[in-house]
């Protein structure tokens, strides 16, 4: 759902980049308090992995493919704020080395990929959860839930932003009808992919699962006929783990090699189709004044590398470098905002004023 330039008017594209701006500032301090030992290291990864799986557009409609947006995978994974930190790194990696998305609407599509997407997802996904059986099993089916209908509320997004600035003269009932009908079928694949990541992950290590904290059912026995807490059991939060249990640098290498593998191999079975946005631009008459990339010219766009000419070749390389910036630019990110972190936090372990 990658927006290029000039589907959507300078002023509106102004000030959905001011937009983007406060919430990525906002973002910034908030990430503070969700970036600590267990997620800090991670948040890089976590948009590494976004980008590879970015990569690989699924069918689901004659014609039409989709592809991960990663908001929900990332505010469950690691926070809401750093989720939305998450989503913006990728999306300007795409922007500016892969010519994926206008530079001009990079406020647009953060907006709608990032904002939108973290916000309607961690909101619904806090909802479940608190309704729901204290189980993994039900952080897995609110994950699936939330991520399915996050992909439609972008939908939804981009066509009130398209009602306020599009360029072309066309009927918005059209333009959400086309959105929202193809993006449901997009979210499907986005709950899938976003729940077995988030399954996988909970399975081997679900303290890291920043969603999952304080979801700990307590271990019951059954007394004359009643269920009661058992002697000792856990508390809401999970007692802390050994040392070498908590060592984030297994699943880190696990993370990077899938990544690696998804964008430099796997992708190149992806989907040639074009994406949900893309289709209805072209049915609907949308991309009539859609321009050209900036950066068209950059050696990477349309993820190949310039100069070489087998395509398995040159878009594994691509795709193997995207994944090895965006985890270097997401963790210098992180890792910058928790040392600010612990440099504003008092020995006592409240933080200063500033």
């Given at each position: 759902?990658?927006?290029?330039?000039?589907?959507?008017?300078?002023?509106?594209?102004?000030?959905?980049?001011?937009?983007?701006?406060?919430?990525?500032?906002?973002?910034?301090?908030?990430?503070r308090?969700?970036?600590?030992?267990?997620?800090?290291?991670?948040?890089?990864?976590?948009?590494?992995?976004?980008?590879?799986?970015?990569?690989?557009?699924?069918?689901?409609?004659?014609?039409?493919?989709?592809?991960?947006?990663?908001?929900?995978?990332?505010?469950?994974?690691?926070?809401?704020?750093?989720?939305?930190?998450?989503?913006?790194?990728?999306?300007?990696?795409?922007?500016?080395?892969?010519?994926?998305?206008?530079?001009?609407?990079?406020?647009?599509?953060?907006?709608?990929?990032?904002?939108?997407?973290?916000?309607?997802?961690?909101?619904?996904?806090?909802?479940?959860?608190?309704?729901?059986?204290r189980?993994?099993?039900?952080?897995?089916?609110?994950?699936?839930?939330?991520?399915?209908?996050?992909?439609p509320?972008?939908?939804?997004?981009?066509t009130?932003?398209?009602?306020?600035?599009?360029?072309?003269?066309?009927?918005?009932?059209k333009?959400?009808?086309?959105m929202?009908?193809?993006?449901?079928?997009?979210?499907?694949?986005?709950?899938?992919?976003?729940?077995?990541?988030?399954?996988?992950?909970?399975?081997?290590?679900?303290?890291?699962?920043?969603?999952?904290?304080?979801?700990?059912?307590?271990?019951?026995?059954?007394?004359?006929?009643?269920?009661?807490?058992?002697?000792?059991?856990?508390?809401?939060?999970?007692?802390?783990?050994?040392?070498?249990?908590r060592?984030?640098?297994?699943?880190?290498?696990?993370?990077?090699?899938?990544?690696?593998?998804?964008?430099?191999?796997?992708?190149?079975?992806?989907?040639?189709?074009?994406?949900?946005?893309?289709?209805?631009?072209?049915?609907?008459?949308?991309?009539?004044?859609?321009?050209?990339?900036?950066?068209?010219?950059?050696?990477?766009a349309?993820?190949?590398?310039?100069?070489?000419?087998?395509?398995?070749?040159?878009?594994?390389?691509?795709?193997?470098?995207?994944?090895?910036?965006?985890?270097?630019?997401?963790?210098?990110?992180?890792?910058?905002?928790?040392r600010?972190?612990?440099?504003?936090?008092?020995?006592?372990?409240?933080?200063?004023?500033?």
């Amino acid at each position: 759902m990658h927006v290029p330039d000039g589907f959507i008017n300078a002023p509106t594209s102004a000030v959905t980049g001011v937009v983007a701006a406060g919430a990525i500032a906002v973002s910034l301090r908030g990430a503070r308090r969700e970036l600590d030992e267990r997620t800090a290291p991670l948040a890089g990864l976590v948009a590494a992995f976004i980008f590879a799986v970015q990569m690989l557009n699924f069918p689901v409609a004659a014609g039409t493919s989709g592809h991960l947006l990663g908001g929900a995978l990332a505010a469950i994974l690691v926070g809401p704020y750093t989720g939305v930190l998450c989503v913006s790194v990728v999306l300007l990696m795409q922007g500016i080395l892969f010519a994926d998305g206008g530079l001009t609407a990079l406020g647009v599509n953060i907006t709608d990929m990032a904002i939108v997407t973290t916000v309607v997802a961690y909101a619904l996904f806090r909802g479940l959860v608190k309704v729901l059986p204290r189980t993994r099993r039900s952080v897995t089916v609110a994950s699936f839930v939330a991520a399915l209908v996050s992909v439609p509320a972008a939908a939804l997004a981009f066509t009130f932003l398209y009602w306020i600035g599009g360029t072309t003269d066309v009927s918005i009932g059209k333009v959400a009808t086309a959105m929202i009908g193809v993006h449901l079928l997009i979210g499907i694949g986005e709950a899938v992919i976003t729940a077995l990541t988030v399954g996988a992950v909970i399975a081997v290590r679900p303290d890291l699962v920043y969603g999952a904290r304080g979801l700990q059912q307590r271990l019951k026995l059954r007394v004359n006929g009643e269920l009661v807490d058992a002697p000792g059991a856990p508390g809401p939060e999970p007692a802390p783990a050994p040392v070498a249990a908590r060592s984030h640098r297994k699943v880190w290498i696990t993370g990077l090699v899938a990544s690696l593998v998804l964008a430099g191999f796997v992708s190149f079975y992806a989907s040639a189709s074009p994406d949900g946005l893309e289709k209805v631009a072209a049915d609907k008459g949308i991309d009539e004044k859609a321009e050209e990339h900036a950066n068209a010219d950059s050696p990477l766009a349309d993820y190949g590398v310039e100069s070489i000419t087998d395509a398995r070749i040159s878009g594994g390389l691509a795709g193997v470098i995207g994944v090895g910036v965006t985890v270097v630019a997401g963790s210098a990110v992180f890792w910058s905002v928790r040392r600010r972190r612990s440099e504003n936090t008092s020995p006592a372990g409240t933080e200063t004023n500033v």
